[in-house]
């Protein structure tokens, strides 16, 4: 895994509605992290073979490419992102989502949740891999 010159944790957000990008894209950086939107898994999948990301935060509803159908490309391309992944939906009472959720293992933030919220979250998970670094 490369290290950045500044140690700063890298992170893609993935989410479709810019203005909830936009949002989620601030409050990360002020929690000093690097950060790069996109608005949908095939741009998020270029944006993967570019460059180094410690964790995925993405919209599991995308025009295109689901965040789900992103979480299998990057199970077979990028395996080490795929395990840093969080979810967001606001559709938690469709059956597959749900099924994909319980059988992937991934932490899921349900629409509409605060800001702390997403902060924890992000902590949280890579609180965990560093654990298992």
Known sequence: MR??????????????EPVIGRLFERILRAEGFDVDFVQDG????EA?????YDLCVSDIR????TGIQLYERLKESHPELSLNMIF?????????????????GMPCLVKPFNPEELVVAVKGLLKKDSLHS
Do not use: C, W, Y
């Open 42 to 45: 095939r741009i998020a999948l």
């Open 88 to 104: 967001i939906t606001g559709d938690t009472m469709n059956a597959s989502i749900q099924l994909f959720l319980k059988e992937s």
């Open 62 to 65: 995308l025009p295109g490419m």
């Open 3 to 16: 290290q950045t010159t500044n140690n700063r944790k890298k992170l893609l957000l993935v989410e479709d």
């Open 48 to 52: 993967v073979n570019k460059k180094h």
